[in-house]
């Protein structure tokens, strides 16, 4: 049983929620006889009310007030439900009560969910226009689609090492499939907020978290059709290269913490060389705007997460079996082979391999910075291909430094 000074902070924090959210409610309660019935007493009381009722008789008699709450609120309802017809009230009514009841037990999440509730409430209309005219269908599907990856598919992926030489486990792949379109989503909701207005450096950097390789190639034709927007579009290729090594930390990291470990001096080698290059391009062009006929595009690509997966599983595969048979050069092969296709597939596998025992972290460095490498050859191969000689010579000086700056760390990291 809590002490005086305890319960009293306890039926304070009630208090505090039905006074929070019923001053909400309050001032949007109406006037006259056609006025909402409940305003921030209501919603103070009830609060209480579900307080004192599980202070004195527990669950059961928290349980007899909501059911007289939800009684009352439902004959209210039905005077006000031709000039509202919404329950937006009725139900933050009855969540009054239960989380008056649920201070008395967990006083500081119960606050934090009624403050969560007011901020809800309150952005009623920015949530309505963002739901309505912001937000896109084809952006809401893949808003679903990853809400069914990640609370439906991820929990009834087996969690073990399984099929040929035990190199695959299919809970680490689909956790970095996730992470990967968290990551993808993020840059996509960076430009659909900020807009186009900050010019192709911010949209390259945010498109790069989907595919740095697409949006090299992307503002190389971008280029290529329009010289004018040369430099902004160099700096966009080269920030790409920036959420390329942003990618690769957070998947090392969630994959193996001891690989992240050995390579971390690398990657922020290699960023601050593409942040440094990329820079040096979007300050002479930052009040350069983005043409209109831009495209932000959508949250994640679905067929490219699948191939991202299946690479991952047949890099893992491919790099278990040269192990087996040719020691520690044949996962540096695998992994520079799937470097020319994805530098993320070859990292994931590199320390899944960590993770799983079958090699050291220090060991892990080399085919992991040749998959950076291979990938980095792509890049230059499709800046040659999409934006002429003129784009290439400028985009090419900043990669060679990004994976110089990554293969200096390592040596640092060596010998210091």
């Given at each position: 049983?809590?002490?005086?000074?305890?319960?009293?902070?306890?039926?304070?924090?009630?208090?505090?929620?039905?006074?929070?959210?019923?001053?909400?409610?309050?001032?949007?309660?109406?006037?006259?006889?056609?006025?909402?019935?409940?305003?921030?007493?209501?919603?103070?009381?009830?609060?209480?009310?579900?307080?004192?009722?599980?202070?004195?008789?527990?669950?059961?008699?928290?349980?007899?007030?909501?059911?007289?709450?939800?009684?009352?609120?439902?004959?209210?309802?039905?005077?006000?439900?031709?000039?509202?017809?919404?329950?937006?009230?009725?139900?933050?009514?009855?969540?009054?009560?239960?989380?008056?009841?649920?201070?008395?037990?967990?006083?500081?999440t119960?606050?934090?969910?009624?403050?969560?509730?007011?901020?809800?409430?309150?952005?009623?209309?920015?949530?309505?226009?963002?739901?309505?005219d912001?937000?896109?269908?084809?952006?809401?599907?893949?808003?679903?689609?990853?809400?069914?990856?990640?609370?439906?598919?991820?929990?009834?992926?087996?969690?073990?090492?399984?099929?040929?030489?035990?190199?695959?486990?299919?809970?680490?792949?689909?956790?970095?499939?996730?992470?990967?379109?968290?990551?993808?989503?993020?840059?996509?909701?960076?430009?659909?907020?900020?807009?186009?207005?900050?010019?192709?450096?911010?949209?390259?950097l945010?498109?790069?978290?989907?595919?740095?390789?697409?949006?090299?190639?992307?503002?190389?034709?971008?280029?290529?059709?329009?010289?004018?927007?040369?430099?902004?579009?160099?700096?966009?290729?080269?920030?790409?290269?920036?959420?390329?090594v942003?990618?690769?930390?957070?998947?090392?990291?969630?994959?193996?913490?001891?690989?992240?470990?050995?390579?971390?001096?690398s990657?922020?080698?290699?960023?601050?060389?593409?942040?440094?290059?990329?820079?040096?391009?979007?300050?002479?062009?930052?009040?350069?705007?983005?043409?209109?006929?831009?495209?932000?595009?959508?949250?994640?690509?679905?067929?490219?997460?699948?191939?991202?997966?299946?690479?991952?599983?047949?890099?893992?595969?491919?790099?278990?079996?040269?192990?087996?048979?040719?020691?520690r050069?044949?996962?540096?092969?695998?992994?520079?082979?799937?470097?020319?296709?994805?530098?993320?597939?070859?990292?994931?596998?590199v320390?899944?391999?960590?993770a799983?025992?079958?090699?050291?972290?220090?060991?892990?460095?080399?085919?992991?910075?040749?998959?950076?490498t291979?990938?980095t050859?792509?890049?230059?191969?499709?800046?040659?291909?999409?934006?002429?000689?003129?784009?290439?010579?400028?985009?090419?000086p900043?990669?060679?430094?990004?994976?110089?700056?990554?293969?200096f760390?390592?040596?640092?990291?060596?010998?210091?």
């Open positions: 049983m809590p002490g005086v000074y305890d319960l009293a902070y306890r039926f304070a924090a009630a208090l505090g929620i039905g006074l929070l959210i019923g001053a909400e409610r309050e001032r949007r309660k109406g006037e006259g006889p056609s006025r909402s019935p409940a305003g921030i007493r209501t919603f103070m009381i009830a609060s209480l009310s579900g307080g004192v009722s599980l202070a004195l008789g527990g669950v059961p008699l928290l349980a007899i007030t909501f059911l007289g709450v939800a009684g009352l609120t439902a004959i209210g309802y039905m005077r006000t439900e031709e000039q509202d017809p919404g329950l937006t009230t009725e139900t933050a009514l009855l969540l009054t009560v239960l989380l008056g009841g649920f201070a008395l037990k967990e006083p500081v119960a606050s934090a969910l009624a403050v969560t509730v007011a901020i809800a409430l309150m952005a009623r209309t920015r949530i309505h226009h963002f739901i309505r912001v937000l896109s269908e084809e952006e809401l599907t893949d808003a679903l689609i990853f809400a069914a990856a990640a609370l439906v598919v991820l929990p009834l992926v087996p969690d073990r090492y399984v099929g040929p030489l035990n190199a695959i486990n299919p809970r680490t792949i689909w956790k970095i499939v996730i992470l990967i379109m968290s990551i993808s989503a993020g840059g996509h909701i960076a430009v659909r907020l900020l807009g186009p207005r900050f010019g192709l450096p911010l949209a390259g945010a498109s790069g978290f989907v595919s740095s390789v697409a949006t090299i190639a992307a503002m190389g034709a971008r280029a290529r059709k329009d010289p004018v927007v040369s430099r902004p579009a160099v700096a966009g290729a080269v920030l790409s290269t920036v959420a390329t942003i990618q690769l930390a957070v998947v090392l990291a969630a994959t193996s913490w001891p690989a992240f470990s050995v390579l971390k001096i990657l922020v080698g290699a960023g601050l060389a593409a942040i440094i290059y990329g820079a040096l391009f979007t300050f002479r062009n930052i009040r350069q705007g983005v043409p209109d006929s831009m495209q932000v595009g959508r949250f994640f690509g679905l067929k490219t997460t699948f191939i991202f997966a299946g690479t991952i599983a047949l890099v893992q595969l491919a790099a278990a079996a040269l192990d087996a048979k040719f020691g050069s044949g996962v540096v092969v695998a992994a520079a082979a799937a470097g020319f296709a994805d530098t993320h597939s070859a990292a994931v596998s320390a899944s391999l960590v799983s025992g079958k090699l050291s972290a220090q060991e892990s460095a080399l085919p992991i910075l040749a998959g950076l291979t990938n050859v792509t890049k230059m191969v499709v800046a040659i291909s999409s934006g002429g000689k003129r784009f290439a010579l400028q985009i090419i900043g990669l060679i430094l990004v994976v110089l700056g990554a293969w760390g390592t040596i640092f990291s060596l010998f210091r």
